[in-house]
Structures are given as C-alpha cells and as structure tokens.
C-alpha cells in the first residue's frame, strides 16, 4: 500500500494526475478507497457511497482549527496571518466555507436567502451578460473560449448581483484569482504578496460598498445584506464582507472552469453536442453530466467529530479527511461506465457541489450560468470546432482546482 498516490499526489502539480486524474483516483478507489495518507496527516476518501455518507453527515466538522495536529495539511490552510494583510480579524475568519455551527447557519441562512431570491429573478441579466461578451469577441475567426468569454462572463454576473461598477471589472477579476489563493496550503511566496495585495485591495472596497448601500440602497445582494443587518441579522460587518467576497471568488473561479470545460468536453464529443443542439431542453442534465464528469473542485475536507468509521476504517475525534469529489464522480458503483460522458445518464445524483450543511451555496447561479452560456455559445458558433483537433489540454495547476488555462477555438 505505501506506493500508493498521497495528497501530493493529487494536485495538479504532479504532472500524471494534471493530464489525467483518474488513473490514479481508480486505483486509490479499487486498491484502497480509505486510505491514510501519515505525510499529510490525513485519509482520503474516493467512493461515491462514503463520500456522499460523510456529507450529508451533518455532525461533521470543517474548521481546521478542530484537526489534530497531526494534519498538516488541513492545518496549513490556516497558516500564519501573512505580513502586510491588512483586513480586519472578524473578517479574515469569517468565511462560511471553513466555518461549523452555530456561526456557520447564522451566516449562511440570511446569505442564501437573499442570493436565491436574486438569483430565482436573474435569467434575463445573466443572459444579457452572455451576450454582450459574445458581441464582444465579434467577428474573430479564432479565438480563446477562455479568456473571451468563460473567464468574463461569471465575473460579470456576480459583480452585477453585488452592485459592483462596471468599470472595476478588470481590477475585480484579478482580486478575486488572487484571493483564492488563500485556500492554496502550497503557495508560493510570490503567490502569497499576490493574495495580501489582492485581499486588502478587495477587502477595502467591499467595505466602501457596503458603505455606500447603508446610505443609498441599490438593487443588489449588497443592499438586500446590509439592510438585513439593520433589522437585526446577527451578522457583523466582517461576515458580511468576507462572505460577498466568496461570492465574488467562487463566480470567477469555478463557474469559469464549469463553462471552459463544458464547451471542451462538447467539442471533444461532438455526439453529445448534436444531441443538445437536437434538443435543447437536455441542458439541465447536461450541465449536471458536466459537473459529474469534470468537476471544476476536485476535493472538499471534513474532520472527524468523535471517533468513528468510515468505509470499514476507524477514525479518531479531530482526524482529518479529505473527500475525493472528482473520484466519486466517476465511481462505478454509482455511475455505470463512468469514464463516458452522456448527457442522458440518469443515475446517482454528483457530488461537485459537495454536501449536507455546506452544499456550495453558490450551486443554483453557477447552474444558471452555465445553462445560459453554453446554449447561447453553440448557437451564436453553430460550426465551432477546436483551432487544432490535436491539441492537448492546458489545465491550470492550482491545487484542488481543475480548469483550463486555454481553449482556442475557429468558427
């Protein structure tokens, strides 16, 4: 068992897992489907039915602060507060994503109130963004699907939502790719004065913003948060600020890569893609069979609340997990011949978007946008096809993460 794939195994940065995750993930799921990694300090979890088990487990913690020591890895998310951060201490650990009860309901439940509400009424504003960015490529006979529109129309869509001006766009992108880099326990010391710059650039803002709604109420998720703080949300300013901008991270990060890599995988499987254009009301489970296939997250933590079993393993309070969300999307046990990609399957429900407490809380706009993206990009582009039939994907190397860094196309 000791030559069997670790968690530094499984991250981009490993050249075999960047090209093709799922020789490594099948094994790990055959040969070993719990196991511990002690280097890590960690068990990583690659079936879909003890994956699915441990989220909806509503016991689970997700704070790293609760892991054993031992797991450095979950801990090293933690890190030291970088030199030069400059955002305030309720708002740097008030992110519902790595939060537990009771703060974590506390925050969510006015958040996803107010997030559904908007996003229940925005087709027609997502669709306008998706256009505008299709005009906007023109006549290009070629051109990177990425950079021209799925890197731009999610950004768009939430700063929208948000209230943010448009013309702050170029500098929000780049805040928010460097504010994810929070969550990279391997970062760089170049990518960590990235993530301060990025973070107290956006951190600043989302406060005058917020500011700015107190006054004069727009519109927008912000208004509708801030006016929810004023009639006695339990929420400081901090939660308030620190929660938008995971909204504004996760919009551009992996709703980008749902997009880039549904238009890939379409244009790999050009059978799937009639079959869309045949009928277009497939696009709901298409998109699902995109999340399914090749999940934009490839991973998402929980620690063991009390000792207990998993997968026949024994746990121990405080030990930390790692849920493989990309190997049980492609478990057989759920997905018959799950390395196949079919927009008609109609078995177990996916697990991209997590689970139980922490369901991703962003799922029914990233659904939204995708859905409207992709129908509207096969049909402005009826003949698109990939620049170079040949070509090898370019994916990204940001660990936990899998989105391409380029997909040229000609029309």
């Known amino acids: ?107 969510r439940e006015p958040f996803a109130k107010a997030l559904y509400k908007r996003v229940a009424k925005s087709k027609p504003k997502v669709t306008q963004v998706v256009r505008e960015w299709l005009d906007g490529i023109g006549d290009a006979k070629t051109f990177d699907v990425m950079d021209k529109f799925a890197l731009r129309v999610p950004v768009d869509v939430i700063a929208r939502l948000l209230g943010v001006d448009n013309a702050r766009l170029p500098e929000f992108r780049e805040w928010s790719e460097g504010s994810i880099l929070g969550l990279n326990p391997f970062r760089t010391p170049e990518q960590t004065e990235f993530y301060v710059k990025s973070r107290n650039a956006l951190s600043a803002y989302m406060r005058e913003l917020m500011n700015a709604r107190r006054k004069q109420p727009e519109d927008d998720i912000t208004s509708d948060m801030v006016i929810l703080q004023a009639e006695g949300a339990q929420l400081t300013d901090g939660e308030i600020s620190t929660n938008l901008q995971g909204l504004l991270i996760g919009g551009n990060l992996t709703t980008t890569d749902l997009i880039g890599n549904a238009i890939w995988l379409f244009l790999k499987n050009p059978d799937q893609l009639a079959k869309l254009k045949a009928d277009p009301s497939l696009i709901n489970g298409a998109v699902e069979e995109v999340l399914r296939y090749e999940s934009p997250v490839d991973i998402t933590g929980r620690i063991a609340p009390r000792d207990m079993e998993v997968g026949g393993c024994p746990m121990k309070q405080s030990q930390s997990m790692f849920l493989s969300l990309r190997g049980a999307n492609r478990d057989p046990e759920a997905f018959p011949d799950p390395h196949k990609f079919d927009i008609a399957r109609k078995d177990a429900p996916h697990v991209a978007f997590g689970g139980g407490l922490h369901l991703c809380i962003g799922s029914p706009l990233a659904r939204l946008e995708a859905q409207v993206a992709l129908l509207a990009f096969f049909e402005r582009y009826p003949n698109v096809r990939l620049a170079d039939p040949g070509m090898k994907p370019k994916w990204r190397t940001l660990p936990f993460f899998r989105g391409l860094e380029e997909l040229v196309v000609a029309v």
């Open 1 to 107: 068992m000791t030559d069997l794939p670790g968690v530094l195994q499984l991250t981009p940065m490993n050249p075999e897992f960047n090209e093709d995750p799922h020789k490594l993930l099948d094994r790990l799921r055959n040969e070993c489907p719990v196991r511990r990694d002690d280097m890590a300090g960690l068990f990583l979890l690659t079936r879909h039915g003890d994956v699915r088990g441990v989220l909806s487990d509503t016991s689970m913690w997700r704070s790293p602060e609760r892991a054993e020591e031992a797991a450095v890895v979950t801990r090293a998310i933690l890190g030291s507060r970088p030199e030069g951060l400059k955002v305030d201490e309720d708002e740097e650990r008030s992110g519902i994503l790595l939060m537990d009860e009771p703060d974590h309901m506390r925050i």
